[in-house]
Antibody, heavy 125, light 108 residues
Framework: EVQLVESGGGLVQPGGSLRLSCAAS????????MNWVRQAPGKGLEWVSY????????YYADSVKGRFTISRDNAKNSLYLQMNSLRAEDTAVYYC??????????????????WGQGTLVTVSS | SSELTQDPAVSVALGQTVRITCQGD??????ASWYQQKPGQAPVLVIY???NRPSGIPDRFSGSSSGNTASLTITGAQAEDEADYYC???????????FGGGTKLTVL
């Protein structure tokens, strides 16, 4: 069974930094696009960032662009999220999730097939 | 604000059929995917593509799409289907993924 295990969450002061990691096992990590998705307490899901299998394509949500950096190490089966200039509104459970794409008759779409259990990031003084 | 709009809450009687909708201009171009999330748990993929179910998802879950609206239908809702449901797709630019605001499903 595929496993994605996040780590690195914790309490950090506003303006501080934190690096999240996601360790993947039991699937071909290097073949998968990976993402970070977050969920603030009592709120909905928010997509944060996307990285293609070779790291050639990277996207960020507008809310984190310029502050967060996604990266991966396929040799270590690991995904990372470097978070700088943290704000109170970044407080959330952060999930890593693998994604794939399906295309049928000219229409296509992404889907998140595997998810980790999440790591809590709290930004507070 | 989300580019995908969902009703905040929907209820259904046990054993009845319920449809959860997701509206957005990008759904004219891209498929939506659907996720079930129960309290304290990670989301679980239930529908992707035109109408595909991952292994282990009951066949009472189905998906459809028309124009700018994607729908998740649960035929014969069970007590264990009570959860939050989220749709996801790309935005109109294609460079961002976006979730709907979520629909809380109550099974009466």
């Amino acid at each position: 069974e595929v496993q994605l295990v996040e780590s690195g969450g914790g309490l950090v002061q506003p303006g501080g930094s934190l690096r999240l990691s996601c360790a993947a096992s039991r699937f071909t990590f290097s073949s998968y696009t990976m993402n970070w998705v977050r969920q603030a307490p009592g709120k909905g899901l928010e997509w944060v960032s996307y990285i293609s299998s070779s790291s050639s394509t990277i996207y960020y949500a507008d809310s984190v662009k310029g502050r967060f950096t996604i990266s991966r190490d396929n040799a270590k089966n690991s995904l990372y999220l470097q978070m700088n200039s943290l704000r109170a509104e970044d407080t959330a459970v952060y999930y890593c999730a693998s994604s794939r794409m399906i295309a049928v008759a000219g229409t296509w779409g992404d889907y998140f097939d595997y998810w980790g259990q999440g790591t809590l990031v709290t930004v507070s003084s | 604000s989300s580019e995908l709009t969902q009703d905040p809450a929907v209820s259904v009687a046990l054993g009845q059929t319920v449809r959860i909708t997701c509206q957005g201009d990008s759904l004219r171009i891209y498929y939506a995917s659907w996720y079930q999330q129960k309290p304290g748990q990670a989301p679980v993929l239930v529908i992707y593509g035109k109408n595909n179910r991952p292994s282990g998802i009951p066949d009472r879950f189905s998906g459809s799409s028309s124009g700018n609206t994607a729908s998740l239908t649960i035929t014969g809702a069970q007590a264990e289907d009570e959860a939050d449901y989220y749709c996801n797709s790309r935005d109109s630019s294609g460079n961002h993924l976006v979730f709907g605001g979520g629909t809380k499903l109550t099974v009466l």
